[in-house]
C-alpha cells in the first residue's frame, strides 16, 4: 500500500521556535509538496520539489523552507513560528509529471503557535 | 494564472438525495482536472479524475465530465449515503514542468438519515 508518512499529528509550538515538520513517501515519487490548509481558503501550496535538493517557491511561501536531501524525504521549516502559522499542514508525492498521475497525501499535521 | 472555483458549503442532503457539486476552471493549455475527499480526521484521497476534454471520471458511484466549452468539471452522484460526508476539494495539474496541483477551497457535505 503506497504511504506518504508525516512525523506528526499534533504539534505545540512557542512563537519564535524554529519548527521541522518531516514528510516521508515509499512511493520512489519525484514530485513532493507541502501545502497548508485554512477554513475558507482550501490548500494553497507553499514549496513544491521535482527533484533532489531542488525546490521551488509556491503561492505563500514567506516565513517558510524547505529542504529535500533525499528522493524520499522533504521537510518543512518555519525559521521564526508565529501565530498566524497555525494550520494544518499536508504533504503530497506524485510521479513525474509525464506521467500524468495522481498525488498521494499524508494525514496532514495540525500544527499550533502559541 | 491558473485557478478553480467551487460552489461554498455547506452542501446538506438527506441520505439518497441527488448531489452535484459545481466546479469550473480557469487554465491556459489543458490541464488534468481531479475531485479529491476528505473525510474527518484524514488526509485528501483521489476519488477521481478525468486527463482531457470529454472524458468523464467516476468512482464509488460519483461522476464528473470534463467540459472544455464551459471550462467545468462538476461532482455528481445520485444517491448519497451518510458515509459520503466529507469535504470535496477540486483540483487541476497544470502539466508543465511539474505536477502541480492546484486547489478550490473545499466543499463540505453532509449527509443525514
Known amino acids: 500500500d503506497v504511504k506518504v508518512t508525516q512525523s506528526s499529528r499534533y504539534l505545540v509550538k512557542r512563537t519564535g521556535e524554529k519548527v521541522f515538520l518531516e514528510c516521508v513517501q515509499d512511493m520512489d515519487h519525484e514530485n513532493m509538496f507541502w501545502y497548508r490548509q485554512d477554513p475558507g481558503l482550501g490548500l494553497r501550496l507553499i514549496y513544491f520539489s521535482y527533484d533532489v535538493k531542488m525546490k521551488e517557491k509556491g503561492d505563500i511561501p514567506e516565513g517558510y523552507s524547505v529542504s529535500r536531501e533525499k528522493k524520499e524525504r522533504f521537510s518543512l521549516i518555519l525559521e521564526s513560528a508565529s501565530t498566524n502559522q497555525t494550520s494544518m499542514y499536508l504533504c503530497a508525492s506524485s510521479r513525474d509529471s509525464r506521467m500524468n498521475t495522481e498525488a498521494f497525501f499524508g494525514q496532514g499535521t495540525r500544527l499550533t503557535v502559541v | ?113
Open chain 2, 1 to 113: 494564472g491558473n485557478s478553480v472555483t467551487q460552489m461554498e458549503g455547506p452542501v446538506t442532503l438527506s441520505e439518497e438525495a441527488f448531489l452535484t457539486i459545481n466546479c469550473t476552471y480557469t487554465a491556459t493549455g489543458y490541464p488534468s482536472l481531479f475531485w479529491y475527499v476528505q473525510y474527518p480526521g484524514e488526509g485528501l484521497q483521489l476519488l477521481l479524475k478525468a486527463t482531457k476534454a470529454d472524458d468523464k471520471g467516476s468512482n464509488k458511484g460519483f461522476e464528473a465530465t470534463y467540459r472544455k466549452e464551459t471550462t467545468s468539471f462538476h461532482l455528481e452522484k445520485g444517491s448519497v449515503q451518510v458515509s459520503d460526508s466529507a469535504v470535496y476539494f477540486c483540483a487541476l495539474s497544470d502539466r508543465g514542468n511539474t505536477d502541480k496541483l492546484i486547489f478550490g477551497t473545499g466543499t463540505r457535505l453532509q449527509v443525514f438519515p
